[in-house]
Every structure is written in structure tokens, then in C-alpha cells.
């Protein structure tokens, strides 16, 4: 299967996926790491691929998403963006209507 398929298919079939560096337990990214925190209030269970470890999807996938950075966070086949755009969507509240309609919570106040 053509790597642009693959990156296709894992952004359509998953409700939330989370292009990172390293894994949500172990981020090896200092941004990567804040978007898994960032995420982890709303309790959306969400899919990921460790970049690091698919040289192939790391180099298509800027092409593919037309964003040139990591992580990218992807919420119904739609590129919701990189680390700086999630923490603005959480603080100002556009996060949370779009997380719960995948399954998400209310974070705790």
C-alpha cells in the first residue's frame, strides 16, 4: 500500500490520532509531551503514531497534512493542528466541543 494510503487510512478509521515523537507514556518530545498532557484532562482515548519509529509517515505526512511540523493532531479526518494551536484551542475552550463529540469529558475544574 502507497504510504499516502496508509497516513489515509489512519487519519479516516481513527477519531483522534496524535502524530508524535515517541509514545504517550514516554514523549520524546518536549511539544509532543505538552499536547499528550494537554489531551489527557479530557479523557478522549485517542490513537497515535510514533514518528520516530515510521521514517516514512514522518517524512510524507507534511505533504499529506500540507503542516510542516510534529506533532499533529487529527480529530475526524481534520487536521486540528500542532502543540501551540492545542494549548490555545484548550485554554480558550474550542478543544472541548470538539473532543467530546469523539467521547471526551469536561476536564475537572
Not at 502524530?19 to 514516554?26: C, L
Not at 517524512?59 to 487536521?79: C, D, I
Not at 500542532?82 to 476536564?107: F, N, R, T, W, Y
Request: contains cysteine; aromatic residues 10%; hydrophobic residues 40%.
Amino acid at each position: 500500500m502507497d504510504i499516502m494510503q496508509v497516513i489515509d487510512d489512519q487519519v479516516k478509521t481513527n477519531d483522534v490520532i496524535l502524530y508524535m515523537k515517541g509514545t504517550p507514556q514516554f514523549p520524546q518530545c518536549g511539544f509532543s509531551g505538552r499536547v499528550v498532557e494537554t489531551l489527557g484532562p479530557y479523557g478522549v482515548p485517542f490513537a497515535y503514531v510514533n514518528i520516530l519509529d515510521h521514517p516514512e509517515i514522518r517524512s510524507n505526512l507534511p505533504k499529506y497534512a500540507n503542516w510542516p511540523t510534529f506533532p499533529q493532531l487529527w480529530v475526524k479526518g481534520e487536521l486540528v493542528g500542532g502543540c501551540d494551536i492545542i494549548i490555545e484551542m484548550a485554554q480558550s475552550g474550542e478543544l472541548e466541543p470538539m473532543l467530546k463529540a469523539v467521547g471526551g469529558e469536561a476536564p475537572a475544574e
